[in-house]
């Protein structure tokens, strides 16, 4: 079953204007209900919805009672309400609600349908609580659940990196600066010297008052800094930023690293890539291989079918190369037709069967275009397997072999001068 969002509000051009805006921008299907009977009916229907948004004052409840009716179904929920004075803002906060929202401007509606979307990214998200206080740490997990993170916990800073260890894709670290064994600015800097700032996120967390503490640990690595005690929005708001923060940065870097029409790296990525290889080679020794790869004739499909069929070759080219090459391998496109691929831990022979695969899938994968006429492409490759050299003279070798491929006839493999 799809997940569902379920919206249950009685202002039907505010319902419409959210069901329309999550629809368009998440592809999430949505319910609208718009009394509490409504909302007790579908939720005996339907109990996979990842949210609800609801409102407070209802025509047959104006007590909230939808929102704990929603909780006890275990439905994450956000509360909009036209209503702001303080008590009843305090009195819904206190339960366990994501986020509590006025819905007095248009802003406020761009906002809950963004926090859609938050909400639905961060069952994705790790995000590991480092405190020695039980009952503090208690309480920040709990909030972390709410928002639907995936939540681990430590109690210092080398229980945490053990963590980190087995779970290098955890995306923020929220860690206590007072800690026995090893304090939060010494797992800071720990965590700095393997993951930079784009790749984990580190929220340090203090009662202590000296500015010049949390100045050292943003210094030293910390992305952010929250006092203690601290409260609930707060703590949610600086959390989810600092998430949008890190996909922020990661899209810079997919834009910077990434050819933007097949998805692969680009020539500048490759060489980087190679040098954190470089490291890897030092402590564990291995054969590896580099390919150039030319597409056949290109210049003539271009020429015959347009340059969209250019680009939907290139394309087709792109999705067989990752099909077929290992997760560790580093494959870029290196401008026009042309692409290159390290083939990690592969000698010669481990290498041509690689690339054979793709060499023979690609000749047999017909480019069918929107108007439905089809043709065949082939591309050519030149190898070298002799890491002995640099890699810059390895791409030179393999390039020149790539020649010799394409007087050869094309559509093979050159190993060999």
Partial sequence: MHQRVLIVEDNHSIARMLSIGIGNRYGLPVDVVTTYADAQGILAEQTNYI?????????????????????????PVIVMTGLEDLKTRKDIMAKSILDYVTKSHPEDIDYIIERVGE???????????????SLARSIMV???????????????????????????DIKVV????NMPIMNGLDLTIQIRRKFRREAMAIIAISSETDSAISSQLLKLGASDFIHKPFIKEEFDCRINNTVRS???????L??????????????????????????????????????MIDLDNFKKINDTYGHDAGDLVLSTFADIIRKNIRGADIAARFGGEEFCIILKNAGSGDAVRILELIRSMFEKTPIVLPSKVAFQCTASIGLCSDPGKTISDMVSIADRRLYGAKLSGKNKIQITD
Avoid: C, W
Avoid at 142 to 168: M, T
Avoid at 267 to 280: G, L, P
């Fill in 51 to 75: 949210l609800a948004l609801v409102d407070v004052v209802l025509p047959d409840s104006i007590n909230g009672e939808p929102i704990d009716l929603l909780i006890k179904n275990k439905v």
């Fill in 119 to 133: 909400i639905q990214r961060n069952s994705r998200i790790k995000v590991i609580v480092v405190d020695d206080s």
């Fill in 142 to 168: 709990k909030l972390l659940r709410i928002q639907q993170f995936i939540v681990f916990e430590a109690e210092n800073g080398a229980d945490a990196l053990a963590i980190i260890e087995k779970n290098p």
């Fill in 174 to 177: 929220i860690t206590d600066y």
């Fill in 246 to 252: 890190i996909e922020n940065l990661e899209k810079i």
């Fill in 254 to 291: 997919d834009l910077a690293n990434k050819d933007f029409l097949t998805g692969m790296f680009n020539r500048r990525h490759f060489f980087a890539a190679y040098e954190e290889y470089q490291k890897e080679l030092i402590s564990t020794p291995q054969p590896f291989s580099v390919a």
